[in-house]
């Protein structure tokens, strides 16, 4: 029985961390002529509304794209994520947030395709309207993590799989840790992006291990922190896994993450880290 429900946590710290990545990777595949193929396993509902009742119970939106609505002077992918998340809001205050269905379907042209699974009842039934008849979208009510290997490789073999589970149960550690290792046996080339919370740090040493084990080459990582490591807070940093990240990546993230670790932390307790899992 799945319990979360992301409407309470849109748009916050790791959000903005999330959604640049994949605003980054789809940018990238977009360079070029030939058609891509995004996949996302944990899609969500698709859209949230920020003055509704969930989202407002812990207003974690504040801490994130609520800081960056309304500054000037944005770094380049900061402001671009901005400019998407302003393409919902109908005036200049913000009530809206896409998912990441939504980001990524801004970011398709005609050939491209987007598969999204969402394994909620309540979920699956928003994002299939969200959807909307779009010939370029398949939805899935599946679980994202088993079925997606049936797409893979995608026939354009090029493409990107985002990874979001809501790490319910600790096994979500480890198993994502298989997919990726089934999934790029199937498709080496694809770009998967994992996301990850931070709320005991053990957990994260322990699937950074696994991924470093793995045998998979050309993994980055990308985290933001808000407050020192602690078992106190909750989730206190996220980050994301990238395996084959455009090459323009880690420049892009060198550059924007000392400043939202700056703008999003609590009192100066901000960090980031950027690492190589492994090399290419
Ligand atoms: N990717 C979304 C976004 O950025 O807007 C947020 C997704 S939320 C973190 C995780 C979602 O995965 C939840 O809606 C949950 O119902 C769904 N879920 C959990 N386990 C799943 C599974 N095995 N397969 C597909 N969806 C799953």
Avoid at 43 to 57: E, F, I, W
Wanted: charged share 25%; with cysteine.
């Amino acid at each position: 029985m799945l319990s979360y429900r992301h409407s309470f946590h849109a748009g916050n710290f790791a959000d903005v961390l999330k959604h640049i990545t994949l605003i980054q990777s789809l940018e990238y595949l977009r360079n070029k002529d030939k058609p891509f193929c995004c996949i996302d396993t944990h899609a969500g509902p698709g859209k949230y509304a920020l003055d509704g009742d969930y989202a407002l119970k812990n207003r974690e939106f504040d801490n994130g794209i609520a800081k960056l609505w309304q500054r000037n002077e944005l770094p380049d992918s900061v402001a671009h994520y901005v400019s998407l998340i302003k393409r919902f809001n109908s005036s200049d205050t913000l009530t809206r947030y896409p998912g990441s269905p939504l980001i990524a379907k801004q970011l398709l042209r005609d050939k491209d395709r987007l598969c999204l699974f969402e394994l909620h009842n309540t979920e699956i039934k928003l994002l299939t309207a969200e959807a909307n008849k779009d010939k370029r979208i398949n939805v899935f009510h599946a679980d994202g993590l088993t079925s997606c290997l049936k797409l893979l490789p995608p026939f354009e073999r090029r493409g990107l799989v985002l990874i979001d589970p809501s790490y319910e149960m600790k096994s979500d550690y480890q198993q994502v840790v298989e997919t990726l290792i089934a999934m790029h046996k199937r498709f080496a080339t694809g770009t998967y992006a994992l996301w990850y919370p931070v709320i005991e740090r053990s957990r994260n040493q322990k699937l950074e291990r696994a991924i470093k084990a793995c045998g998979i080459n050309n993994v980055q990582l990308f985290e933001l922190g808000i407050r020192a490591d602690s078992d106190e807070h909750g989730m206190t940093a996220s980050g994301m896994i990238v395996i084959n990240p455009p090459w323009t990546l880690t420049a892009e993230m060198k550059q924007i993450l000392p400043w939202l670790a700056d703008v999003l932390g609590h009192n100066d307790e901000g960090f980031y880290r950027i690492q190589t899992l492994a090399g290419e």
